[in-house]
Structures are given as C-alpha cells and as structure tokens.
C-alpha cells in the first residue's frame, strides 16, 4: 500500500567527501566520488548507490542523508555510480563489504533486477529509489507520472491565465529519454497539458536533463523556435539551461513561462527573479532525507518494512510560496 510519512525533520547539513578509487567508476571511466559516514552506535550498515553527484540535486540529497545518518549513529557509505555497470559493480561491492542495507538509484528497473535479487540473495536488504524494482525489500521515491503530471499543471495553469483558449500556445519540452522512469515523467507531463490545456502544441522536444545539454538545447531554440511560449522539463537543471539561453538572447516577455522540478536552489532563485522562470515543483526529498535512513534501519532491525512504499509528497511552488519554501528549509 502506498503511503506517505509525514514528519518534521530538522537537518543538519554535514558533507564528508572522500576521493578514493571506488568499485564502481565514473562514465569517463576514472574516479568516483565515494562518502562514508562511520559510526559503532548501530548495527545498520548502509551503502547508498547514486547516479551523479554532479547533479546539485543528488549532492543535496546526500549531504541530507549523511548528517542523519551522522544523528542516528548509522555506518553510510555512498558511492558515485553513473552507469548501469557501475551500479551493478557498486552494488556487488557493498554486498561484499558486509552492508545490512542498500540504497540504489535506479534509474532501468530491468537492468538491475539481478544485482538486486543477488543481493537479496546473499541476505543483504534492498531498496530500490525512483523506480521500484519487484521483489525487493522497498521502495522509496515518487510516482514518476503523478510528478510529471505536477509539473505540467504548473505549466496548464499558466497558459490558461495569459492565453485565450482560441490561441495555439508553442510548446518545448526538455526530456531525457535514456532512462524509463523519465520517461514515465514526460508522459504525465504530456497528459497534463493535453487534459488540462487543450490549445497547448507541443513543437519541439529535446534531451536536456543536464544545465549544461539544457543551454546547447536553449541556443538551438532561439535559433529554430525563438517564438516558443512555453519550456516545460522533466526537471530543473534542463530547463534552467534554456532559460540562460533565452535571457542571454534577450527572449522574455508575458507570454514566455519556464516548468521544471525538483526545486533545486537554482531555480528557486530564478524564480525570485520574477522572469520566465515560474513554477517548479518540490518532492521534499531534501527535507525529508531521513526517510531512507529510517527504512534501512528499519530492515536492519526487523527485516521487513511495515509499509514497503514510501512516496514523498508533492508540492508546487511558486513566485507565490518560494520564500516560505524556502524558510521550510533551514
């Protein structure tokens, strides 16, 4: 049964990097970021696989989970894991280093459902994160088209509000089709604008989960479709990389809206800015990191969850509730 933990957390943020060679590496094939956080206070011992720590999502997210791991005396290890293979070594690699629990990024349940079964095997207990592998201790994330659908009423309810319904709204959307549970999230952004705003046509589409592949996508934009009145993503980083493409260009206006997830700080403040940038929506992963704390602590003690799925909720944010958002976070 799905559920949702609702508790106040307050967290100390405390980053403990240690660049060492790890079992798994990165996808230019040198060294991984990997993070331990040691403590005797309890058995659990935790090893949490994350695709990319680049990413200012995932590296939040870690600091979160490594200062109450810290608060709960719990042994964390993290390692950087890019790739499917590299999770898949990851995950052999912590099974071999005696972890009661592991947390894995999982980014092709299909890929990695026999690294997890081995792992299950060898009495180690599994979690699977963003995409729910069957046959697993648990799962933790969120509905990835219930997220997609989120982000994309951001985006209806604003065309809505400053279109005519008789007015073609132009439409990019920023995707990133090499991992399922992505694509899952673009098709409920997808559902959302055709349910909710009819007169919005989708005229490009492009890859852009990184900032960086999202400002290559937002200068080919503003050659081919500088017109566009909408940039809706898959999540923040992609589309904050278009959105320094069209203001560097010089695009803004009334009639131009930015959507994207996650509420990373970065799109907090280009939200404060009041330009194009208008809506994200949070997950509250951040500020409820403890979440995976508590479920492999939880399986380390009783060997099962009392509830196998965790889903963290989702809330929109804002020009209307950044700051407050932002408050609930200190």
């Not at 040691?38 to 090893?47: E, M, N, Q, R, V």
């Not at 020009?319 to 200190?330: G, R, W």
Request: with cysteine; aromatic share 8%; hydrophobic share 40%.
């Amino acid at each position: 049964m799905k559920t949702v933990w609702k508790k106040a957390a307050a967290v100390v943020m405390i980053l403990m990097m240690v660049w060492s060679l790890a079992g798994c590496s990165s996808s230019g094939g040198g060294e991984s970021a990997e993070t331990e956080t040691k403590s005797d206070s309890s058995k659990a011992k935790i090893g949490f696989v994350v695709s990319d720590m680049s990413d200012a999502f995932f590296a939040h997210l870690v600091q979160n989970m490594q200062a109450d791991a810290e608060k709960k005396g719990v042994t964390l290890t993290v390692k950087e894991c890019p790739e499917i293979s590299d999770k898949i070594t990851g995950i052999e690699n912590f099974v071999e280093a005696g972890c009661t629990a592991i947390i894995c990024h999982v980014t092709d349940a299909d890929a990695l459902k026999d690294a997890a079964a081995n792992a299950e095997s060898a009495g180690v207990k599994f979690i699977s994160y963003d995409s729910d592998i069957e046959g697993t201790s648990g799962f933790i994330g969120i509905d990835n088209h219930e997220y997609g659908y989120a982000i994309g009423k951001n985006a209806a309810e604003w065309m809505n509000e400053n279109f005519e319904g008789s007015e073609k709204v132009k439409v990019g959307v920023c995707n990133y089709p090499d991992y399922p549970f992505l694509v899952t999230r673009e098709e409920g952004i997808l559902d959302a604008l055709k349910e909710l705003s009819p007169n919005a046509e989708v005229v490009v589409t492009a890859k852009a989960g990184y900032t960086p592949e999202g400002v290559d996508v937002g200068d080919a934009w503003v050659q081919s479709n500088p017109d566009l009145n909408v940039v809706v993503g898959i999540n923040d980083a992609g589309v904050l990389g278009v959105y320094e493409s069209f203001k560097s260009a010089g695009i803004k206006g009334d009639k131009l809206g930015m959507f994207g997830g996650d509420a990373v700080d970065d799109a907090l403040a280009a939200l404060k800015e009041e330009g194009v940038f208008k809506a994200t929506v949070t997950t509250n992963m951040l500020l409820h990191a403890d979440y995976f704390i508590d479920m492999a602590i939880e399986l380390t003690e009783n060997g099962k969850l009392d509830e196998r799925e965790v889903l963290f909720p989702l809330d929109p944010i804002t020009l209307d509730n950044v700051d407050e958002y932002i408050a609930s976070q200190k």
